[in-house]
């Protein structure tokens, strides 16, 4: 049943994306806020990209500069230096919309969606940038 196992593991750990990386999902923002930032620091130096993280009043700010920082964190697992490293992808996907109900005039109701966003940054060198 199990045919070329070996192959395909192989084909896969060639192909496979080794940039560092990070993630975070299920956070309690809209989507469209987390993009603002991200719009922000895409294609910066990781070094510029977190001293503008640490002066931005955006609720989004902080969240970003941890998972900036874990990903940066990651590539030194990698033999990245922290100086190298550029911001080359990051975005904000939506995550499960929580529906709420609030009550309105006459014994009505209208829905309140509280939205929640993953978001990802994808680090590496400036020689690394896909096409």
């Given amino acids: 049943m199990a045919t070329r196992m070996t192959e ?3 084909k896969r750990r060639i192909t496979r994306d080794n940039r560092p990386k990070a993630h975070v999902r299920h956070i309690r923002m809209s989507p469209t806020k987390a993009r603002l930032v991200l719009d922000v620091i895409r294609g910066m130096k990781y070094i510029e990209a977190a001293a503008v993280l640490e002066n931005t009043p955006n ?3 902080p969240i970003v500069k941890k998972l900036i920082d874990s990903a940066a ?3 030194e697992m990698k033999n990245y230096s922290k100086n190298e490293l550029i911001v080359l992808e990051c975005y904000a996907d939506a995550g499960p919309t929580l529906k ?5 005039a006459k014994g009505s109701s209208a829905r309140i969606n509280k939205r929640t966003c993953h978001i990802s940054v994808v680090l590496g060198r400036a020689d690394e940038r896909r096409v």
């Fill in 100 to 104: 709420r109900m609030i009550s309105k």
């Fill in 73 to 75: 964190a990651n590539g």
């Fill in 59 to 61: 609720a989004a700010a």
């Fill in 8 to 10: 395909k593991a192989e």
